[in-house]
C-alpha cells in the first residue's frame, strides 16, 4: 500500500465568536476532508513534546515519526538542508526572517509579505556589508532566509518572530542561555552580542536601500530588519526507508524550504512546483497533480501547504476560511478521486501540523484533528473533520511518533 499525508499548516483553530463558536474547520465547506473522515478512522494527535516551542520544524519532524529529543537541531540546520548548503563541523545555521519593524514593534514576521526576487537583492546587500568569514547570509524562498555564524553557540535564546505580533522588539533581541556550555569557538554570550549587532546594522542598513525608499515612499510596509532564531548544528537523521521498510522510496512537496530540508534529512526526494508560493495564492492544482504523479514512482508522499498558517499570522479570518476549502477541493479531492481509481490501495492523512488562531495570530501546540481513509479501512462513527468531531474518532489520543507507526500500519 502507498501511502500520502496531506498537511494543512496551522490549519487547526480554536472556536471563534464571530462564526458562531465554531472552529474555522466546523465552519468551512470541506465536503471531501468530511466524505474521507466519514469513510476513515479519526483521532487527534499530540504534534509538540513537552519543552519543545509548538513550531512546524517541532510538529512536522514528530508526524513524520522522529523522537525530538534524539534529531532537533532547530530550523536553521534544516532551511540549509532545503537551500543545498552543505552545513560543515562548527557552524552555526539560523533561520532568518526579514521582518517589518514599525513604532518599535515588530509589526509583521514576513517583511510586508516580501517576494522572493526583491529578498534575493536584499540579502545580497547585506551580504556585501555585513557579510564576513564569520558571518554569511543565504537567499531562501520569500522572507525565510539562512544566516550561517562559523564557530557559533546554538546555546542562546532566540524569539520567533510569528509568535511576537505588536510586540516591541528590543526586549526580545538574542540572548544567551543560562549556564550555557562552550562547545563552539565562540561562547553563547558572544554569539549573541555578534547577532544582536547584525539585527542593529541590518536595520541602518536596510532602512537606506531603494527598496524600502521606494516603499516607504508608497506607505507601503518595509523589509527593514533581519530577525535571526531557531539555530542549531548539523543533525542526525536516519531516513524514513531505514525506519519503515515498506517505504522504498519517498518524496515530499512543499514551497517552504523548512519542510524541504526536513524532507532531504528524510531521505525523500524534493518535488518543486511551479507557483508554489507558500500563500493563498499557491498552485493547489500543481501540487496535486504532482502528488498524485509522485505516488506513481514512490511508495511515500509528504505533501504540505503553508496557506492556512500564513493567514492565521496575519489574524484574517476569512482568508484562513478560504485556504481550508481550497485545500480541500483543489488538491484533497483531486488526489482522492484520481487515486480512487487505481487498483493498488493508497492511504491518505489529513491533519494539520499545529493551531495557528486567528485571534492569536501565534503557534498553539494543543492537540490537532487527523483523519486516515483507505478503500478497505474499518470506519468509526465520525461524520465530518474537524477539531470536535475528531475527538470522538476511533484511533482516540496519540502522541508525537504513534501517528506516523499507527499510519504506516494500514
Given at each position: 500500500?502507498?501511502?500520502?499525508?496531506?498537511?494543512?499548516?496551522?490549519?487547526?483553530?480554536?472556536?471563534?465568536?464571530?462564526?458562531?463558536?465554531?472552529?474555522?474547520?466546523?465552519?468551512?465547506?470541506?465536503?471531501?476532508?468530511?466524505?474521507?473522515?466519514?469513510?476513515?478512522?479519526?483521532?487527534?494527535?499530540?504534534?509538540?513534546?513537552?519543552?519543545?516551542?509548538?513550531?512546524?520544524?517541532?510538529?512536522?519532524?514528530?508526524?513524520?515519526?522522529?523522537?525530538?529529543?534524539?534529531?532537533?537541531?532547530?530550523?536553521?540546520?534544516?532551511?540549509?538542508?532545503?537551500?543545498?548548503?552543505?552545513?560543515?563541523?562548527?557552524?552555526?545555521?539560523?533561520?532568518?526572517?526579514?521582518?517589518?519593524?514599525?513604532?518599535?514593534?515588530?509589526?509583521?514576521?514576513?517583511?510586508?509579505?516580501?517576494?522572493?526576487?526583491?529578498?534575493?537583492?536584499?540579502i545580497d546587500y547585506l551580504n556585501q556589508h555585513l557579510g564576513s568569514e564569520r558571518v554569511r547570509f543565504i537567499a531562501g524562498?520569500?522572507?525565510?532566509?539562512?544566516?550561517?555564524?562559523?564557530?557559533?553557540?546554538?546555546?542562546?535564546?532566540?524569539?520567533?518572530?510569528?509568535?511576537?505580533?505588536?510586540?516591541?522588539?528590543?526586549?526580545?533581541?538574542?540572548?544567551?542561555?543560562?549556564?550555557?556550555?562552550?562547545?563552539?569557538?565562540?561562547?553563547?554570550?558572544?554569539?549573541?552580542?555578534?547577532?544582536?549587532?547584525?539585527?542593529?546594522?541590518?536595520?541602518?542598513?536596510?532602512?537606506?536601500?531603494?527598496?524600502?525608499?521606494?516603499?516607504?515612499?508608497?506607505?507601503?510596509?518595509?523589509?527593514?530588519?533581519?530577525?535571526?532564531?531557531?539555530?542549531?548544528?548539523?543533525?542526525?537523521?536516519?531516513?524514513?526507508?531505514?525506519?519503515?521498510?515498506?517505504?522504498?522510496?519517498?518524496?515530499?512537496?512543499?514551497?517552504?524550504?523548512?519542510?524541504?530540508?526536513?524532507?532531504?534529512?528524510?531521505?525523500?526526494?524534493?518535488?518543486?512546483?511551479?507557483?508554489?508560493?507558500?500563500?493563498?495564492?499557491?498552485?493547489?492544482?500543481?501540487?496535486?497533480?504532482?502528488?498524485?504523479?509522485?505516488?506513481?514512482?514512490?511508495?511515500?508522499?509528504?505533501?504540505?501547504?503553508?496557506?492556512?498558517?500564513?493567514?492565521?499570522h496575519d489574524g484574517d479570518l476569512e482568508l484562513k476560511l478560504k485556504t481550508i476549502e481550497y485545500l480541500d477541493q483543489r488538491?484533497?479531492?483531486?488526489?482522492?478521486?484520481?487515486?480512487?481509481?487505481?487498483?493498488?490501495?493508497?492511504?491518505?492523512?489529513?491533519?494539520?501540523?499545529?493551531?495557528?488562531?486567528?485571534?492569536?495570530?501565534?503557534?498553539?501546540?494543543?492537540?490537532?484533528?487527523?483523519?486516515?481513509?483507505?478503500?478497505?479501512?474499518?470506519?468509526?462513527?465520525?461524520?465530518?473533520?474537524?477539531?470536535?468531531?475528531?475527538?470522538?474518532?476511533?484511533?482516540?489520543?496519540?502522541?508525537?511518533?504513534?501517528?506516523?507507526?499507527?499510519?504506516?500500519?494500514?
Open positions: 500500500m502507498k501511502h500520502i499525508i496531506i498537511l494543512g499548516d496551522g490549519m487547526a483553530d480554536l472556536p471563534v465568536k464571530r462564526l458562531g463558536d465554531k472552529t474555522l474547520l466546523q465552519y468551512a465547506h470541506k465536503p471531501t476532508m468530511d466524505l474521507l473522515a466519514r469513510q476513515g478512522r479519526t483521532g487527534r494527535l499530540i504534534t509538540v513534546p513537552e519543552g519543545f516551542p509548538p513550531g512546524s520544524e517541532v510538529a512536522n519532524t514528530a508526524i513524520l515519526g522522529y523522537d525530538l529529543n534524539k534529531v532537533y537541531e532547530g530550523r536553521g540546520p534544516l532551511e540549509a538542508a532545503s537551500i543545498g548548503y552543505d552545513m560543515a563541523d562548527g557552524d552555526l545555521a539560523l533561520r532568518c526572517n526579514i521582518i517589518t519593524l514599525a513604532d518599535g514593534k515588530i509589526v509583521t514576521h514576513n517583511g510586508g509579505n516580501l517576494q522572493t526576487a526583491d529578498a534575493r537583492v536584499l524562498i520569500q522572507y525565510r532566509h539562512l544566516l550561517i555564524i562559523k564557530g557559533g553557540s546554538k546555546h542562546i535564546v532566540c524569539a520567533p518572530p510569528h509568535d511576537h505580533p505588536n510586540e516591541a522588539w528590543q526586549p526580545l533581541l538574542v540572548r544567551p542561555e543560562e549556564n550555557a556550555p562552550d562547545d563552539n569557538e565562540l561562547s553563547a554570550e558572544q554569539t549573541a552580542n555578534l547577532l544582536n549587532d547584525l539585527i542593529l546594522k541590518s536595520q541602518q542598513l536596510l532602512a537606506e536601500h531603494p527598496f524600502n525608499q521606494e516603499r516607504a515612499a508608497r506607505g507601503e510596509r518595509q523589509a527593514n530588519s533581519i530577525w535571526p532564531w531557531s539555530g542549531g548544528y548539523r543533525p542526525s537523521m536516519a531516513t524514513l526507508m531505514q525506519q519503515y521498510p515498506q517505504v522504498k522510496s519517498g518524496a515530499v512537496i512543499s514551497a517552504v524550504d523548512l519542510i524541504q530540508g526536513i524532507g532531504r534529512y528524510a531521505g525523500l526526494h524534493i518535488v518543486k512546483v511551479e507557483g508554489a508560493t507558500g500563500l493563498a495564492d499557491t498552485n493547489y492544482e500543481g501540487k496535486a497533480q504532482a502528488a498524485i504523479e509522485a505516488l506513481k514512482r514512490h511508495d511515500f508522499v509528504f505533501l504540505h501547504v503553508e496557506a492556512s498558517d500564513e493567514a492565521g488538491l484533497v479531492k483531486p488526489i482522492y478521486e484520481a487515486t480512487l481509481q487505481w487498483s493498488d490501495p493508497v492511504a491518505i492523512a489529513v491533519l494539520p501540523d499545529h493551531l495557528t488562531p486567528v485571534e492569536m495570530r501565534i503557534h498553539v501546540g494543543q492537540p490537532v484533528p487527523f483523519l486516515i481513509y483507505h478503500r478497505d479501512i474499518e470506519p468509526d462513527d465520525v461524520q465530518r473533520y474537524d477539531e470536535v468531531s475528531c475527538a470522538s474518532g476511533g484511533y482516540g489520543l496519540l502522541r508525537l511518533q504513534e501517528f506516523m507507526q499507527t499510519f504506516m500500519s494500514v
